[in-house]
């Protein structure tokens, strides 16, 4: 005897799994409780044209991991963020390497590029690295033959734009090196950076939940400016710059990757999901960590508190969702499914 979906769904929310508890059902429930769950995507402050591609592609059927990497693709390949893919800032030579992962929740896969050179979507090859390898991170010049191998093309990611920026600082590192920014004859000081230094920082990380209820996540950064060559941030490794577990939820970071590396942050925000605590407060709950574990004095300003900012962005299986940062500012990207729109970051500090 066949169970009507009426009985399967008292008896799915009587055993405490709800109705979002579709991944686990069979092929034939799932397509008769589709509109039970409530498609949602999440996104840093530069992702709002990511979480409306997303849910355009969600509502028609695709997988969230398909959806969320369409969605980064968009600000990969815009020139106009220079946190992201092509026109992304170089590193300390001018040299521009991106890093990104994804990580699919109903299988528990992950992959991950770091430090790849001349490819705008590496959100596209840690993709393959986790379809294609039987490994979950691949770095440097193996992952660019890795890209190239699956038919990626090469091109030059450093836009005249941010070239003049990555020489713009360079040539106000000192008044004592080789490098002069434009001046006259009778100046003394060249070089001096008269601007406050502003270390740019900026990624994009995006999370969705789907038709029948998984959940996968991306994250994708042109990482630190003018970062040493080789450095690698939080964006690339599981568990620090994003995370996914689909049956709690997801969380991914932007901002100083090195706190994120030692505090394990974003299954640290997942982990405090799964202990009920909302998205909204697992963020905060991060950003405290972080701000009682930072102990370099060069990191904190005079009354202790971090010199440094960052977000989190978290959905959890019931599609509610939140957005921390350690200092007020930042903003974060949300489509509820009918309408994208941008939403203050709760936050520990005000300056
Ligand atoms: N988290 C990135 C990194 O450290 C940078 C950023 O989000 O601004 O590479």
Not at 263 to 283: D, I, L, Y
Request: proline share 5%; charged share 25%.
């Amino acid at each position: 005897m066949s169970t009507t979906r009426r009985e399967f769904l008292k008896r799915a929310s009587a055993a405490g799994v709800g109705a979002l508890a579709v991944s686990a059902l069979p092929e034939s429930i799932i397509s008769q409780t589709q509109s039970a769950v409530k498609p949602v995507a999440i996104s840093s402050g530069n992702g709002i044209p990511a979480v409306t591609k997303a849910i355009e592609l969600i509502r028609s059927g695709s997988d969230a991991l398909d959806a969320v990497i369409a969605g980064v693709n968009i600000v990969e390949d815009d020139p106009n963020d220079t946190s992201v893919g092509y026109g992304g800032l170089p590193n300390e030579e001018g040299v521009v390497e991106l890093d990104a992962a994804v990580m699919h929740g109903p299988t528990h896969r992950a992959g991950a590029v770091a430090s790849i050179r001349n490819i705008k979507n590496p959100s596209k090859v840690a993709r393959l690295v986790m379809e294609r390898t039987d490994h979950v991170l691949i770095v440097g010049e193996g992952a660019l033959r890795f890209a190239r191998a699956h038919g990626f093309v090469e091109e030059n990611l450093l836009t005249d734009r941010a070239r003049q920026e990555w020489l713009k600082w360079k040539e106000n590192l000192s008044t004592k090196d080789d490098w002069l920014p434009p001046h006259t004859p009778d100046d003394k000081d060249i070089g001096a950076m008269f601007e406050p230094f502003f270390r740019n920082t900026g990624t994009i990380h995006c999370g969705a939940i789907d038709l029948k209820g998984n959940i996968s996540c991306v994250t994708t950064t042109s990482g630190l400016a003018y970062k040493i060559p080789g450095r690698v941030g939080d964006s690339p490794i599981i568990g620090a710059g994003l995370y996914c577990d689909n049956e709690v939820g997801s969380a991914g970071s932007t901002g100083r990757g090195e706190a994120n590396l030692i505090n394990c942050s974003s299954v640290m925000v997942v982990e405090f999901m799964r202990q009920g605590k909302s998205p909204e407060q697992a963020c905060l709950d991060v950003c405290k960590r972080i701000a009682e574990h930072n102990t370099m004095r060069r990191l904190k300003r005079d009354d202790g508190k971090p010199d440094f900012n960052v977000n989190f962005y978290a959905i959890n299986k019931k599609g509610e969702f939140g957005g921390a940062a350690i200092w007020h500012g930042p903003k974060f990207a949300f489509h509820d499914g009918t309408s994208a729109r941008l939403l203050d970051c709760a936050y520990l500090y005000k300056k």
